[in-house]
Nanobody, 124 residues
Framework: QAQLVESGGGSVQAGGSLQVSCAASERTFTSYAMGWFRQAPGKEREFVAVISSRADSIFYADSVKGRFTISRDNAKNTVYLQMNSLKPEDTGVYFC?????????????????WGQGTQVTVSS
């Protein structure tokens, strides 16, 4: 069964940086849009960033624009999220997602595949 496996979460102080990665188990995902969502305690899961299959289209949530960078390496079946200038409000579980339809990431609905999530904690 196709899987997405996140890694790289952890704890950091405000203003610091972290990179999370998501490795896909199958080459099929190189033709999928991939992205990230996050969920803070007591809150709904929210969209963070998405990158198209050929990396020619990228979109960020306003809350992370200018601080986070999404990228992908299709040769490695991996997508990355570089997070800089982290804030306590960035704390949450970060989920990798894959879906053929790029536009579905904007609503978070009908996402085909999800990873298990990785915890990111930013302390003040």
């Amino acid at each position: 069964q196709a899987q997405l496996v996140e890694s790289g979460g952890g704890s950091v102080q405000a203003g610091g940086s972290l990179q999370v990665s998501c490795a896909a188990s199958e080459r099929t995902f190189t033709s999928y849009a991939m992205g990230w969502f996050r969920q803070a305690p007591g809150k709904e899961r929210e969209f963070v960033a998405v990158i198209s299959s050929r990396a020619d289209s990228i979109f960020y949530a306003d809350s992370v624009k200018g601080r986070f960078t999404i990228s992908r390496d299709n040769a490695k079946n991996t997508v990355y999220l570089q997070m800089n200038s982290l804030k306590p409000e960035d704390t949450g579980v970060y989920f990798c997602a894959a879906e053929p339809r790029y536009s579905n990431f904007m609503t978070g609905r009908s996402i085909g595949y999800w990873g298990q999530g990785t915890q990111v904690t930013v302390s003040s």
